[in-house]
Nanobody, 113 residues
Framework: QVQFVESGGGLVQAGGSLRLSCAAS????????IGWYRQTPGKQREWVAQ???????RYADSVKGRFTISRDNAKNTVYLQMDKWKPEDTAVYYC???????WGQGTQVTVSS
């Protein structure tokens, strides 16, 4: 079963940039559709972006034009580049296979004042 470890979170200023990493094990990111999701306290986890070997990339309207999902097959890692960061982007970010699977610990991204 594929497992993911998220990293790269931290403090970021509004308008700034941050890149999250999602390291996979147990399967290759090149052959799987992988998604980034985020969750804030009291709300359901929401889909943010995805990358698929068949369908390419897709983004939620709330992040389109600001976030970029990509993968490095050699490192078996999927990235989420977040630019023009907004306070409402504050959340715990997770990655997972679109076909479902166990969730990792996620990585917290928070706006700094």
């Amino acid at each position: 079963q594929v497992q993911f470890v998220e990293s790269g979170g931290g403090l970021v200023q509004a308008g700034g940039s941050l890149r999250l990493s999602c390291a996979a094990s147990g399967s290759t990111v090149s052959s799987n559709a992988i998604g980034w999701y985020r969750q804030t306290p009291g709300k359901q986890r929401e889909w943010v972006a995805q990358i698929s070997p068949i369908w390419g990339t897709r983004y939620a309207d709330s992040v389109k034009g600001r976030f970029t999902i990509s993968r490095d097959n050699a490192k078996n890692t999927v990235y989420l580049q977040m630019d023009k960061w907004k306070p409402e982007d504050t959340a715990v970010y997770y990655c997972n296979s679109l076909s479902g699977g166990s969730w990792g610990q996620g990585t917290q991204v928070t706006v700094s004042s």
